[in-house]
């Protein structure tokens, strides 16, 4: 008579943890197994992009114009967004970790709700880093060889009324709730869309009428503010000197450097799903559908968090160095090639200028974006493996 087979043994804290080093050799194998799917959702993410700027450029004058270009530029945070989430869905079929939480879990997740879930990081991250700005001047630059003026992108989004950015927020949100109730009861692909679209718009518009707001005359005049700013005066002694010039120089560098690599792991972990506290995800996950609540919108971030603390600060340092060290890499080789190719003027440039920018920007993404993959999938294998008994482990699979 056979004997039954022996359950598998959990696995022991501090077994089988894998290195932070291998963060390079994982990521290139994604690029290599998975590099189609990423460069097919980065290239209709462009196709998109490019679209719509060139439906801005071709508003109207006046105060419709000024609303087409408004609505435009939304739109381009929206495809940026549907196409970071759509390269890291190409991607998860390729993460150890990811494969084996599907292990019994039912449905995949679908492409919208991790959009819903992404959207405020994501939209966050596209304010901190002036990422409006870089669509506001592409607009203009189409504006001008079209002979177009151009002038209603140029103050984008800085120039717009609080009143507006908040008349935007409401609307979203109650776009983004009653879409969501819509698709929790239907599964519509249609309430989905509108859903996430109405999370970007509450999320990025929510910002920036926050952002007005500390910004406003009003709140110079409060007390608190007045007796902050006392409280700095008084201080800036102690901090004047080498020291302040020294971090005034260091700052940025160390912004550039470890919080955005962050902020991205943030974006990622999100998309992904990484951390939640039920495998596969489904509108039935409070944690994860659309239709969450406001609990539903910070529980993630904070699993996001932990999942990045608890893979190690060797692997999120090593994360940082690659981040930092590939869009170096990646753009002295641009140089480079502009350098093989001859001067920058003349018709011949015109020709090959653009399609080099992009072959430029598809290398960096599609690196970037698998780094970002291994970074999360070796950070979930590593919180596993150094887990205690009891822990809420977030990606394990079901024996």
Not at 54 to 66: D, I, Q
Not at 102 to 109: L, M, N, S, Y
Not at 185 to 210: D, H, I, N, P, T
């Given at each position: 008579?056979?004997?039954?087979?022996?359950?598998?043994?959990?696995?022991?804290?501090?077994?089988?943890?894998?290195?932070?080093?291998?963060?390079?050799?994982?990521?290139?194998?994604?690029?290599?197994?998975?590099?189609?799917?990423?460069?097919?959702?980065?290239?209709?993410?462009?196709?998109?992009?490019?679209?719509?700027?060139?439906?801005?450029?071709?508003?109207?004058?006046?105060?419709?114009?000024?609303?087409?270009?408004?609505?435009?530029?939304?739109?381009?945070?929206?495809?940026?967004?549907?196409?970071?989430?759509?390269?890291?869905?190409?991607?998860?079929?390729?993460?150890?970790?990811?494969?084996?939480r599907?292990?019994?879990?039912?449905?995949?997740?679908r492409?919208?709700?991790?959009?819903?879930?992404?959207?405020?990081?994501?939209?966050?991250?596209?304010?901190?880093?002036?990422?409006?700005?870089?669509?506001?001047?592409?607009?203009?630059?189409?504006?001008?060889?079209?002979?177009?003026?151009?002038?209603?992108?140029?103050?984008?989004?800085?120039?717009?009324?609080?009143?507006?950015?908040?008349?935007?927020?409401?609307?979203?949100?109650?776009?983004?709730?009653?879409?969501?109730?819509?698709?929790?009861?239907?599964?519509?692909?249609?309430?989905?869309?509108?859903?996430?679209?109405?999370?970007?718009?509450?999320?990025?518009?929510?910002?920036?009428?926050?952002?007005?707001a500390?910004?406003?005359?009003?709140?110079?005049?409060?007390?608190?503010?007045?007796?902050?700013?006392?409280?700095?005066?008084?201080?800036?002694?102690v901090?004047?000197?080498?020291?302040?010039?020294?971090?005034?120089?260091?700052?940025?560098?160390?912004?550039?450097?470890?919080?955005?690599?962050?902020?991205?792991?943030?974006?990622?972990?999100?998309?992904?799903?990484?951390?939640?506290?039920?495998?596969?995800?489904?509108?039935?996950?409070?944690?994860?559908?659309?239709?969450?609540?406001?609990?539903g919108r910070?529980?993630?971030?904070?699993?996001?968090?932990?999942?990045?603390?608890?893979?190690?600060?060797?692997?999120?340092?090593?994360?940082?160095?690659?981040?930092?060290?590939?869009?170096?890499?990646?753009?002295?080789?641009?140089?480079?090639?502009?350098?093989?190719?001859?001067?920058?003027?003349?018709?011949?440039?015109?020709?090959?200028?653009?399609?080099?920018?992009?072959?430029?920007?598809?290398?960096?993404?599609?690196?970037?974006?698998?780094?970002?993959a291994?970074?999360l999938?070796?950070?979930?294998?590593?919180?596993?493996?150094?887990?205690r008994?009891?822990?809420d482990?977030?990606?394990?699979?079901?024996?």
């Open positions: 008579m056979l004997a039954a087979p022996r359950p598998a043994e959990p696995q022991r804290p501090g077994r089988a943890a894998p290195s932070a080093f291998l963060l390079p050799l994982h990521a290139f194998r994604l690029l290599g197994t998975r590099g189609v799917g990423v460069a097919g959702w980065f290239s209709a993410g462009q196709a998109a992009t490019s679209a719509l700027l060139y439906l801005g450029v071709e508003a109207p004058a006046g105060e419709p114009g000024r609303v087409v270009t408004i609505t435009v530029l939304t739109l381009v945070v929206v495809a940026h967004l549907v196409a970071t989430a759509g390269m890291l869905h190409a991607l998860r079929g390729g993460l150890a970790e990811f494969r084996a599907r292990i019994g879990a039912g449905p995949d997740e492409l919208l709700v991790a959009v819903d879930r992404a959207a405020p990081a994501f939209a966050l991250l596209y304010l901190t880093w002036g990422l409006t700005g870089d669509d506001a001047r592409e607009l203009a630059r189409l504006a001008a060889l079209h002979g177009v003026a151009g002038g209603d992108a140029a103050d984008w989004p800085a120039g717009l009324d609080v009143r507006v950015t908040l008349g935007v927020a409401v609307i979203g949100l109650l776009v983004r709730t009653a879409c969501g109730w819509w698709y929790g009861r239907r599964q519509g692909r249609v309430a989905g869309s509108l859903a996430a679209l109405g999370e970007v718009c509450f999320a990025f518009f929510g910002l920036l009428a926050v952002a007005a500390l910004g406003s005359a009003w709140l110079e005049r409060r007390a608190v503010v007045a007796w902050a700013g006392d409280l700095v005066t008084r201080y800036e002694g901090l004047s000197g080498p020291f302040r010039t020294w971090a005034g120089e260091l700052l940025p560098y160390a912004t550039q450097a470890v919080l955005l690599p962050l902020m991205w792991l943030v974006v990622g972990a999100l998309v992904l799903g990484a951390g939640s506290r039920r495998r596969g995800g489904s509108t039935a996950d409070p944690d994860g559908g659309l239709t969450r609540g406001p609990r910070c529980l993630p971030v904070l699993r996001a968090l932990r999942l990045v603390v608890r893979g190690g600060a060797p692997l999120f340092g090593m994360f940082c160095l690659c981040f930092v060290a590939l869009r170096a890499g990646v753009g002295y080789a641009e140089r480079g090639a502009r350098q093989l190719i001859g001067p920058q003027e003349g018709p011949l440039h015109l020709v090959y200028d653009r399609p080099l920018a992009l072959l430029g920007e598809l290398l960096l993404t599609a690196l970037t974006v698998c780094l970002l291994a970074a999938d070796l950070a979930a294998t590593r919180a596993r493996a150094f887990a008994p009891g822990d482990e977030p990606v394990t699979a079901r024996t």
